[in-house]
């Protein structure tokens, strides 16, 4: 079964850090689009970052930019999102996605074939 598995997920004080991994099960994430979205409670689930693991191009959403860092270990078979800085609005359920490198910046969830089952992070005093 294909499937990435995130963790790293949890309860992290405003201007913490926390780093998410997402580990390929079944998949071998060096071929694919590997992004990060997120979904609040009430809220719709929104892209966070991307990487284009067939040339390394990355992106990222306006309200993360200089405070995330997504990246690439594929000797791992693992992407990563360095989450610093964070904030009380950063609170939700972190969601790792796979998809063919053609949707790499797009943000669309329909555009990614493969879904993990989330990882909770809380930001909080």
């Known amino acids: 079964q294909v499937q990435p598995v995130e963790s790293g997920g949890g309860l992290v004080q405003p201007g913490g850090s926390l780093r998410l991994s997402c580990v390929g099960s079944?998949?071998?994430?060096?071929?694919?689009?590997v992004a990060w979205f997120r979904q609040a409670p009430g809220n719709k689930r929104a892209g966070v970052s991307c990487i284009d693991n067939s040339d390394g191009s990355t992106y990222y959403v306006d309200s993360v930019k200089g405070r995330f860092t997504i990246s690439s270990d594929n000797a791992k078979n693992t992407v990563y999102l360095q989450m610093d800085s964070l904030k009380p609005e950063d609170t939700a359920v972190y969601y790792c996605?796979?998809?063919?490198?053609?949707?790499?910046?797009?943000?669309?969830?329909?555009?990614?074939?493969?879904w993990g089952q989330g990882t909770q992070v809380t930001v909080s005093s």
């Open positions: 079944g998949i071998v994430l060096g071929y694919f689009a």
């Open positions: 996605a796979v998809g063919v490198p053609g949707v790499a910046g797009h943000f669309g969830a329909n555009l990614y074939d493969h």
